[in-house]
């Protein structure tokens, strides 16, 4: 079955950094974009960036630009998001996910606070 599972999570001061990672299983990783979403306390699901299939293509909500980045092992089947520069608002569960297979890991706290 599929399997997406994160890891990476934490807390951390503002204008630190973390990197989460995602190992995937169950499904052709390789062949698929992959997403990375985010839900902030009390508030719904947010799009955070999203990668093609070889990593060539990368996309980000305008609120990470320049801070996050998101990159991909298909020789590990792992998804990876670097999270710079973090500030309280990135407070989050953040999920590794394919949104159109309808794919989700079970997500990880990123919690940044001083």
């Known amino acids: 079955q599929v399997q997406l599972v994160e890891s990476g999570g934490g807390l951390v001061q503002p204008g630190g950094s973390l990197r989460l990672s995602c190992a995937a299983s169950g499904f052709s990783f390789s062949d698929n974009w992959m997403d990375w979403v985010r839900q902030a306390p009390g508030k719904g699901l947010e799009w955070v960036s999203d990668?093609?299939?070889?990593?060539?293509?990368?996309y980000y909500i305008d609120s990470v630009k320049g801070r996050f980045t998101i990159s991909r092992d298909n020789a590990k089947n792992t998804l990876y998001l670097q999270m710079n520069s973090l500030r309280p608002e990135d407070t989050a569960v953040y999920y590794c996910?394919?949104?159109?297979?309808?794919?989700w890991g079970q997500g990880t706290q990123i919690t940044v606070s001083s």
């Open positions: 990668i093609n299939t070889d990593g060539s293509g990368k």
């Open positions: 996910a394919n949104v159109g297979l309808s794919y």
